[in-house]
């Protein structure tokens, strides 16, 4: 395995002494013609979390990982990278694949290289081995127009993970897809996770997808935005079928549904 992807370079802390990747600390985000999207944002993100953002539409969950990526600034309060690291050490995954129509599949997951300026030869090894991280390895000189929805979403994470980056971002990236491909990338994004012992913030607007994949859910309030409630989900990973159709499963599914109504409910009544 190539020395960037090896998991021993991601891997996670014991408990109580997992290193601090970034933190959020009392952001606020607001837009022309008044609109505050976040207000008193909080969140601290260790080594090896995988934490879903789980919320109402226009709740400010997209927004949150924009600000993360350096893809705007917010208004007030501080995101801090741990560990003299910072915003070039991250790969995002949208929720369309916004894949290069005109690219095979192998020069679009060279993108990330090729903004650095390195030529596909030097990291061919790379790419091909990242392809194969996300069952694609025959398709390197494919077009996006030749795939299916889902395996274009593979082409996409594996663009986000072809520089092993220390953090994913990942914005509603199977939300356009029907249950079953979900479920499977679902399946296929814990995998690669484990493997790689990769930190993960995930944006969804499901219960159970949000349960099954986290290890910590922040419930997040409608607009303007903020995290009112933290759910551990503490089922030990891999987690498959098994976990899926579990007692604990449906009970921690019904403990984030009902987390999520009483924090619009809180909020809908504080307007009142």
Sequence with gaps: MNAALRPSEHQTEPLGQRTKVLSLVDVDKSFSGGVVALKRLNMTVH???????????????STALRL??????????????????????????????????????????WLPFRLRGQSYASVKDRVEETLSLVGLERFAKSYPRELSGGMKMRVSIARALVTAPRLILMDEPFAALDEITRQKLNDDLLALKSRMGSTVIFVTHSVFESVFLSDRILIMAPRPGRV????????????????????????????????????MGGVLMEGE
């Design 68 to 109: 993360i990526a350096g893809l705007m600034r917010p208004t007030a309060g501080r995101i801090v990278w741990e560990g003299g690291q910072g915003r070039d050490d991250f790969g995002v995954v949208f929720q369309e694949p916004t894949l290069m129509p005109w690219a095979t599949v192998g020069q679009n997951v």
């Design 47 to 61: 080594a090896g979390d995988f934490i879903s953002l789980l919320g109402p539409s226009g709740c400010g969950k």
């Design 228 to 263: 009112l409630q933290e759910i551990t989900v503490d089922a030990p990973y891999p987690r498959g079928l098994d976990y899926r159709t579990s007692t604990d499963y449906a009970a921690k599914a019904r403990e984030t549904s009902e987390a999520l109504m009483t924090a």
